[in-house]
């Protein structure tokens, strides 16, 4: 039987994928090293659900450690999600972490995809962390990518390496540049995450600079459709796309909708607007939608709801 692999299993996105293919009785193996970039405990919960599924194999390790020549044998598809994500922690001492886990753990993996017989794709969660500040709003894939962060950076670097093998041996991959994701399992040093934790505990949230930024908040099961579609869609191989949520939004406007979530008022507390940080991200999703049939279909109000509740299940 036909297999598919999904690496970084045990994090955010990567966990809903696996669930996903998991509950189309896929035979998935998830690759995970659990490393401590945030609370593993919440991996290990993660990969508990994925565990329940008896189609589910665990592989822990760290991708550039890993026998990739066997694990790759039956596999047909890839969705490569391990990375070191995270926009502050990418200055200073940090940065080592971001080359490791996203240029050279994408490298190790793409060598072993060019021998790889049975893969029909590979899919590469990349990042609107790539644009930077771009001047064109809502942006599109044509728009020169200049990061602004070293996370950007590290992974505009994997994104391209995908395209040299794709080029130079046929690399069958296909490349997502999320904006910004959230949802129930969002990491903890995510922004709602974060929010909604300190209503929780009625703490004051932290607000980057003056609140007006702007952001395309896309939920995660629209990022999840756009990975399945990614890995069948005909005229996907080679290509990148931006995956959005469909509107931009003010981040005040987001905490207005959080208070109507919550039932009370939000306690706001401004701190200095973070080295790294793009102003605004929006994505013109049109090439999405025209080649992977992409429609984002969860309103900003209803998956900030549903996160709402896993948060609450998880903190009390
Ligand atoms: N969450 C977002 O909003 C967002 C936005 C843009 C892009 N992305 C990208 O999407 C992907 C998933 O992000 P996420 O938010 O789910 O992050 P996450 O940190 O929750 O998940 C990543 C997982 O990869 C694992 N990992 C990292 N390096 C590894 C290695 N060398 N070997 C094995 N496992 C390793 C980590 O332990 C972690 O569990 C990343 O590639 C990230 O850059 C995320």
Redesign the pocket.
């Known amino acids: 039987m036909t297999k598919i692999i999904v690496?970084?299993?045990?994090?955010?996105?990567?966990?809903h994928i696996a669930e996903a293919l998991l509950q189309q009785d896929k035979e998935v193996i998830g690759?995970?090293?659990?490393?401590d970039?945030?609370d593993?405990t919440l991996?290990r919960k993660?990969i508990a659900i994925l565990k329940a599924y008896s189609n589910f194999t665990l592989v822990e390790?760290?991708?550039?450690l890993l026998d990739w020549q066997t694990l790759l044998q039956d596999v047909e598809v890839v969705y490569?999600?391990?990375?070191?994500?995270?926009v502050r922690a990418s200055w200073g001492s940090g940065f080592r972490a971001y080359t490791?886990?996203?240029i050279n753990?994408t490298q190790i993996l793409l060598e072993a995809a060019k021998d790889a017989k049975n893969l029909q794709r590979l899919v590469f969660?990349?990042?609107?962390?790539v644009y930077g500040d771009a001047e064109t709003l809502p942006t599109h894939e044509g728009i020169p990518p200049r990061p602004v962060s070293p996370?950007g950076i590290t992974?505009l670097a994997a994104e391209r390496l995908c395209g040299l093998y794709h080029k130079n041996f046929g690399v069958p991959f296909v490349s997502l540049?999320?904006?910004?994701?959230?949802g129930p399992?969002?990491?903890p040093d995510?922004a709602f995450h974060k929010f909604f934790k300190a209503v929780l505990q009625d703490e004051a949230i932290p607000i980057y600079g003056d609140g007006q930024q702007t952001r395309d908040f896309?939920f995660v099961s629209d990022a999840v459709a756009a990975n399945l579609a990614a890995a069948t869609a005909p005229d996907a191989v080679g290509e990148i796309f931006n995956i959005g949520g469909g509107s931009r939004v003010v981040l005040t406007e987001v905490l207005e909708t959080m208070a109507e979530i919550v039932g009370k008022p939000i306690k706001t507390n401004h701190i200095e607007k973070a080295m790294g940080d793009a102003r605004h991200t929006a994505a013109d999703v049109s090439k999405a939608r025209k080649i992977l049939q992409y429609q984002p279909a969860v309103s900003l109000k209803e998956g900030l709801t549903q996160e709402w509740h896993w948060i609450k299940s998880l903190y009390s």
């Open positions: 690496t970084g299993a045990a994090g955010f996105i990567g966990s690759i995970d090293e659990f490393n970039y945030y593993p991996k993660n390790g760290d991708i550039q490569h999600q391990a990375a070191q994500a995270g490791e886990r996203n753990a969660a990349s990042t609107s962390s996370y992974k540049r999320y904006f910004t994701v959230y399992r969002q990491r995510m896309t």
